[in-house]
């Protein structure tokens, strides 16, 4: 599974088809087939499942990803199959959130992974988070930054929102320990069996530098930024909401909760 306006995609597959025909010994036939924007995974994935796929190796970002973890999972719920179907996912998107946050906390190898089951209000849509749902201006952040942009382009695009209103500014649910560079947002990890609520409401500067600092790693209060870890959490979102970076705007509320070691990954060496 690929993301073909990735940069560095077709360099990635090119690679694992010259990797699969030079083994002699292997029966695998590798397979390939490309996302759209009206079809960003999940349903390529469901068929290749269906077909008999035994790994997912899906070349995307973030969002794509996380597309071909809700069906594998979903599909895993449906079949209980005794060998399930793992995921590998190579990343080549903006942020690779998911990625950074498994190889630093699990050795190559299988494994299997916390998700978050994402229900979407009044549409009851479903989907899966692999590190952040969030509402506020997280979602205005992403809309303004241009696609294909690196990953610090949301942070500057989130900075220069620092005067727009909002009670709270913005909140995330995750289960990711940290963002590019380590940066605190969450206190929970992808095997903690839990999410953590983070929500930020800054009343002037001194909020947002305490906060940051808290965010580097300082060892500070901030008393903008609340913390709250469970195994579910309801997200009022009048105004859309993003899953790990996809936009959903017509959603007034999201229910998310933790899946435990739901999600069957092989970390490669």
Known sequence: MAHPARLGTRQVVERIRATSSSVATTS??????????????????TRLLDAGAQRLIVVGGDGTVAQCA??????????????????????????????????????????CV???????????????????????????????????????????????LGTWKGSPWTQEVGNVAGVPHRVR????????????????????????????AWALGANVSPAAVRVRVGQSFDLDAPHGIHVDG??????QRARVRVRPRALPVLIPA
Do not use: M
């Open 246 to 251: 996809e936009v959903y705007t017509k959603v």
């Open 114 to 160: 916390d998700v978050a089951h994402v229900t979407l209000e009044p549409n009851g849509l479903t989907t899966t988070s692999l590190v952040a749902v969030g509402a506020g201006n997280s979602v205005r952040a992403i809309q303004r930054t241009p696609a294909q942009r690196h990953w610090w382009s949301y942070i500057a695009t989130g900075v220069n």
């Open 28 to 45: 695998a036939e590798v397979v390939v087939t490309y996302t759209t924007p009206a079809h960003p995974g999940g349903e390529q994935a």
């Open 70 to 111: 809700h069906a594998l999972t979903e599909w895993i719920d449906e079949h209980q199959p005794a060998e399930p179907p793992r995921l590998t996912p190579i990343p080549v998107g903006t942020a690779n959130l998911f990625w950074r946050n498994l190889v630093a906390t699990f050795p190559p190898g299988p494994v």
């Open 185 to 212: 947002i969450f206190d929970t990890s992808l095997d903690s069996g839990t999410l953590c609520h983070t929500s930020f409401a800054p009343t002037g500067v001194a909020d947002w530098v305490v906060a940051g």
